[in-house]
């Protein structure tokens, strides 16, 4: 029978997944932020680097709102 302080019990694992999640929002804002000043280095066409620098760092946004909402608001 689960009590309710095993609900709010924290694993190793999971401390694994919210520091990988936070590690790859940080990465994804990253490549997008370097895409879009420097998109020579993954060899990007003008036209397109823009809109795959906002898309990048948009998602990485999202996936650090995310981890945000899943491990650190209680």
Not at 17 to 35: D, E, P, R, S, T
Not at 40 to 67: M, Q, S, T, W
């Amino acid at each position: 029978m689960k009590t309710e302080s095993d609900e709010y019990k924290v694993t190793g694992m999971d401390m694994v997944i919210k520091y990988f999640g936070l590690i790859m929002a940080v990465a994804y804002i990253g490549i997008g932020a370097a895409v879009i000043t420097r998109p020579d280095i993954i060899n990007i066409h003008g036209p397109y680097a823009l809109p795959l620098g906002i898309l990048l760092i948009a998602y990485g946004l999202f996936r650090a709102f995310k981890v945000y909402q899943r491990y650190f608001q209680k």
